[in-house]
């Protein structure tokens, strides 16, 4: 039987996580029917400020639809159709952002080089550790278990490096525009843009944090 707690992780956890998508849905649709005012696709910023910054070798792709990103192992940026394309706010912020952490890699950011050792155990423990948690509860074997949870306490731990990394990328983004002298309705358009979507970041590892402080409790009982 599911117990009171779990039911009540469940709501807690979908009501953070619908309401972050929501958020970050609305800010993207609403300044993606803005054009900016330079008239640069997302393509050509990112492009310019890499220039700007003097950052050379990083090549910039157009991805399939929702594909934004910024790959170390390539030193590439990687921008969806809509942002490659896209001539909005929505492009430029998300262009930017990317580049921003393009500009991290440059510079050895320190959180970013702290996710980037992580990963490898990352993606072992964010497989594996629901099939031991299921093993262990099966077959009530707790050592099962508790591997399952420090597995589980790897990927919380990777999702709260992840927060200063995408933190400082927006940072990057806005004084890049500031720079510039992008027009104070565009930047404040561009910074609702790039909070909205640090909101999902910071949602994700809310409910990731709850959830591992669920599990903790159940192995203490």
């Known amino acids: 039987m599911i117990s009171n707690s779990y039911l009540m992780l469940i709501v807690v956890t979908l009501v953070i996580g619908m309401g972050a998508q929501w958020y970050v849905n609305h ?54 159709p809509e942002a490659y394309d896209g001539r909005t706010i929505t492009a430029t912020a998300t262009a930017c952002h990317e580049v921003g952490h393009a500009c991290q890699y440059a510079q050895d950011y320190t959180p970013m080089k702290i996710r980037g050792a992580i990963v490898p155990a990352v993606n ?3 497989n594996a550790w629901i099939f031991l948690l299921m093993a262990g509860i099966f077959l009530n074997i707790s ?3 508790t591997a399952a949870i420090i597995m589980y306490a790897v990927v919380v731990l990777f ?42 970041y910071l949602a994700a590892a809310l409910t990731s944090i709850l959830q591992l402080l669920w599990l903790l409790g159940q192995r203490q009982e």
């Open 124 to 126: 072992l423990a964010s």
């Open 159 to 200: 999702q709260i490096v992840t927060l200063p990394v995408e933190f400082n990328a927006s940072q990057r983004a806005m004084a890049y525009m500031g720079q510039i002298g992008l027009p104070a309705t565009e930047r404040k358009g561009a910074f609702d843009v790039l909070r909205a979507c640090a909101f999902t």
């Open 27 to 80: 800010k993207l649709k609403t300044y993606s029917h803005v054009a900016n005012s330079s008239g640069l696709t997302g393509a050509e910023c990112a492009r310019q400020m890499l220039s700007f910054y003097g950052i050379s070798g990083v090549q910039v792709f157009r991805g399939g639809p929702g594909q934004d990103f910024f790959d170390p192992r390539s030193n590439s940026v990687t921008l969806s």
């Open 143 to 145: 050592g099962l278990t």
